[in-house]
């Protein structure tokens, strides 16, 4: 099968969805890959490495998807100069990659009138054997520990308490709301960093995980149906959240950071810090909100954006922390993308049924219709005919 790897479009995107190790891995399995001149070099992944690897560099995007069976790509088929991506791609070509319909179907509409077949990376259930093809997580796991990062920055203290013969620093304070897999990579990475650390979670569950950590779990009475069967955090009650947000101010105070990393997948980021709440910690505190893309669990939130309140708080709307670490973000994204294409193609035997639980999680669309039941409200109206 010919892979095509373009180059990423979407601005301020320096990930690549094939790294030259897999690309070693795939001509094992008797692929050919295309891929983009420099596709890889905002990642430090130079085109010398690719053809050491085995692929064909070419000059364009257009040139790759002339050849290919399969396209692969991190962000979603994207508009540029009036043209769409999507139209280039062969006719019933197949894609894998993210396709970020809940933030709007045209992707998935541009990819359907090709005809294609497509795999959405932010579907791959979370179920054990499909573990290694999980991209969010994978993606997660970059950005809980980057947030701590752009913390300890911003912070005009350090993390570790330190006894020095000029008096003892006090380590610093940090809340982790959402304790997902983003959250638990937060925890880890500030208690490496010397931090005393709280987290929160309405999922009974993570208690153990918090505490294995280190951390401290913030106790309060905990709904029985917190999380979906697939692992997701659920909406909550308008009575639970008001005694979320008693919970979390009671210890506002005293934080020097507060990570919130909560999100419901599909839906707007739970509200768990208003600006009232806000108001209530202190000048030099920061916020760093990795759910800014999906409304931000902070009420004063802008995606993309970091700025100071009145009273000196730091709020940091982190948007695409992964993009941000490319090299291991590829890594990482390049073998869940191989992994997938695997059990999609495998080289020897039958692919997987249409009812596999992989294929029937994360495929989109089918020779261009949409399949998959999250995304039917996205197909086009069937015109009706009047009665004569």
């Given amino acids: 099968m010919n892979i095509a790897v373009p180059r990423e479009i979407l601005p301020l995107e320096t990930r690549v969805a094939i790294t030259p190790a897999v690309v070693a891995l795939l001509k094992r399995e008797g692929h050919v890959v295309f891929v983009e001149a420099d596709a890889g070099e905002p990642a430090g992944f130079e085109d010398e490495a690719y053809l050491a690897a085995g692929a064909t560099v070419v000059r364009s995007a257009a040139e790759a998807y002339a050849a290919a069976d399969l396209i692969v790509k991190v962000q979603p088929p994207q508009t540029t100069g009036g043209a769409h991506e999507a139209d280039t791609f062969r006719e019933g070509s197949t894609y894998i990659g993210f396709l970020n319909a809940f933030a709007g179907p045209e992707p ?8 294609c077949t497509a795999y959405a990376m932010e579907f791959i259930p979370r179920i054990t054997r499909a573990q290694s093809m ?24 350090m993390f570790p308490l330190l006894m020095t013969a000029a008096g003892t620093i006090t380590p610093a304070h940090v809340m982790v709301l959402g304790v997902g897999v983003a959250g638990l990579q937060a925890i880890a990475t500030a208690r490496r960093l010397g931090a005393k650390v709280e987290a929160f979670d309405p999922r ?79 000048p030099g505190t920061v916020i760093v909100d990795l759910a800014a893309e ?25 948007v695409n922390v992964p ?9 990482l994204y390049a073998k869940n993308i191989f992994n997938l294409i695997k059990h999609l ?35 086009p109206a069937t015109p009706t005919t009047a009665n004569s």
């Fill in 108 to 115: 998935l509409h541009a990819l359907a009138a090709r005809h």
């Fill in 134 to 157: 999980d991209a969010l997580s994978s993606m997660a796991t970059v950005a809980g520990y980057k947030s701590v990062l752009l913390a300890a920055n911003r912070l005009p203290k």
């Fill in 204 to 282: 009974p569950a993570v208690r153990e995980q918090v505490k294995s950590l280190g951390a401290a779990f913030i106790e309060m009475e905990q709904p029985k149906d917190a999380e979906t069967a697939g692992g997701y955090a659920k909406e909550m009650s308008a009575e639970f959240i008001k005694k979320e947000h008693e919970a979390i101010a009671a210890r506002l105070p005293k934080m020097d950071v507060v990570i919130a990393t909560a999100q419901v997948f599909g839906k707007r980021a739970p509200l768990l810090l208003t600006a009232e709440m806000v108001a209530l910690m202190r």
């Fill in 294 to 318: 999906q409304g931000g669990n902070c009420e004063l939130t802008q995606a993309g954006h970091t700025f100071e309140t009145p009273n000196g708080v730091a709020i940091i709307g982190a």
């Fill in 323 to 331: 993009a941000s670490v490319a090299q291991d973000s590829s890594a």
């Fill in 345 to 379: 193609f495998p080289k020897t035997g039958e692919p997987p049924a249409a009812d596999d639980d992989i294929v029937k999680g994360c495929c989109a669309l089918r020779a261009g219709e949409i399949v998959h039941p999250n995304l039917r409200q996205f197909a």
